[in-house]
């Protein structure tokens, strides 16, 4: 089935150049069974852009975080309404496969999660089942680019083959996970608390590359870190029981946020 959903052939642009947006969600409400997870949830996502996601545990992030590329569609007793955009095309269209619409996204749990294959492997393996080299020197120059854009390529390269994904630190396996996710060619990445559980030196690695990515990639990353959202987000988006309470500039939200709530959750008053 044809791919419906490519970016227009545009020039680059950056936030703030009135690029039309990435996605597009509109009155989102989500169900598991009769408990309601999501309410009349709207935002845009921009080119070039890293957007937040932040607030309490349980308080919609990671269940909005998942419709953007449909991983609730085989969930059962989930009911979805509302619309979701991606270059002005309904995800949602007949005409579109979600495997395919999948594609244009790359995902990174909070937990690394390497295949224990060797480095080389996990990288290659997306790349391959989508048909995107078609010669051993085109998947070794894809291997070697993904590798580089994750800031890993210099402290791997000479165990590529003979080292499995699952022998390296916590940090690199994560840095591992993200090329792995770039080997796809995605048009936004989703990442879930992905410096959740690696400590502060291999945070700043990760926090650094979220921020290089968006030379050419839209990132949209839960944190529970009001500092890291501080640090590498563009926009911030409070939720706050199923709702999206506030979103805008990350300086607006932490410094004149608009709601009460907000306030008290960057404050660390409440969450």
Same mark, same amino acid.
């Given at each position: 089935?044809?791919? #419906? !959903?490519?970016?227009? %052939? &545009? ?20 169900? #598991? ?12 996502? #921009? ?15 990671? &269940?909005?975080?998942?419709? !953007? ?15 979701? #955009? ?57 291997? *070697? ?9 210099? *402290? ?11 022998? !390296?630190?916590?940090?690199? %396996? ?42 050419? !990639? ?27 309470? *506030?979103?805008?500039?990350?300086? %607006? ?6 709601? %009460? ?11």
């Amino acid at each position: 089935m044809r791919d #419906y !959903l490519s970016s227009p %052939q &545009t020039p680059s642009t950056k936030l703030g150049d009135n690029a039309p947006p990435v996605l597009t969600v509109r009155d989102l409400s989500l169900w #598991y069974g009769e408990k309601q997870a999501l309410k009349e949830v709207s935002f845009e996502l #921009y080119p070039r852009e890293v957007m937040a996601f932040i607030g309490p545990s349980g308080c919609g992030k990671s &269940t909005a975080l998942k419709c !953007l590329n449909r991983m609730h569609d085989e969930t059962r007793g989930v009911r979805i309404e509302g619309q979701i #955009y991606m270059h002005d095309r309904n995800i949602y269209d007949p005409e579109i496969d979600p495997p395919v619409y999948r594609r244009h996204f790359g995902w990174v749990a909070q937990k690394p999660n390497p295949f224990p294959k060797s480095i080389y492997e996990n990288v290659a393996y997306g790349a391959r089942i989508h048909g995107l080299t078609r010669t051993r020197a085109d998947m070794d120059a894809h291997v *070697e680019r993904c590798l580089r854009r994750a800031h890993l390529w210099e *402290e791997v390269k000479d165990g590529l083959h003979s080292k499995d994904g699952t022998d !390296l630190s916590g940090g690199q %396996q994560q840095r591992l996970c993200i090329a792995r996710a770039l080997a796809t060619e995605p048009d936004v990445m989703l990442m879930d608390e992905p410096t959740g559980s690696i400590d502060p030196i291999a945070t700043a690695k990760v926090e650094d590359l979220m921020m290089s990515l968006r030379e050419d !990639l839209s990132v949209v990353v839960i944190t529970h870190s009001m500092m890291e959202a501080r640090r590498v987000a563009d926009r911030v988006a409070y939720f706050h029981m199923g709702e999206l309470l *506030e979103c805008g500039p990350v300086g %607006q939200v932490f410094d004149h946020p608009r709601h %009460q709530q907000t306030r008290a959750f960057i404050s660390g008053r409440t969450g």
